[in-house]
């Protein structure tokens, strides 16, 4: 079995990751993350399959990293009030084309009316 190889970001991101997960209070997630990559590393076929898997590892560290934080819970706040604000923007763009469809279709009844009354006069 063969040990593959990462990259010097990659290497940096995860011991940067480590060690803020440690500092957040959270020992056991830096283990997990720290046991993890040395698993894809003895166990990966190739490095491009080793970078990718660490890769996945360091996403799955940032988001642990981002709820110790509290930054995962203001992006999941941000990203309600921005949902609300677009349902607002689209419900008051509906109401706006109903009013404006109501007044069209009432004009558009009155000219189908004298519409069909002249040809109901040609037709007799």
Do not use: C, H, W
Not at 5 to 16: A, C, F, G, N, R
Not at 26 to 48: F, T
Not at 73 to 84: D, F, I, N, Q, S
């Amino acid at each position: 079995m063969s040990s593959r190889s990462i990259t010097p970001e990659q290497e940096l991101d995860v011991l940067k990751l480590i060690l803020k997960l440690r500092e957040l209070g959270d020992v056991g997630a830096s283990e997990r993350l720290r046991n993890g990559v040395r698993k894809v590393l003895l166990q990966s076929k190739e490095d491009e399959e080793a970078m990718s898997e660490v890769d996945e590892l360091i996403r799955k560290g940032k988001k642990t990293q981002s709820k110790l934080d509290g930054s995962y819970e203001a992006r999941r706040e941000r990203k309600r009030l921005k949902r609300a604000e677009m349902q607002d923007r689209a419900s008051r763009f509906i109401d706006n084309t109903a009013e404006e469809g109501s007044d069209d279709e009432s004009d558009g009844d009155v000219e189908d009316e004298e519409l069909g009354q002249e040809n109901n006069d040609e037709n007799v």
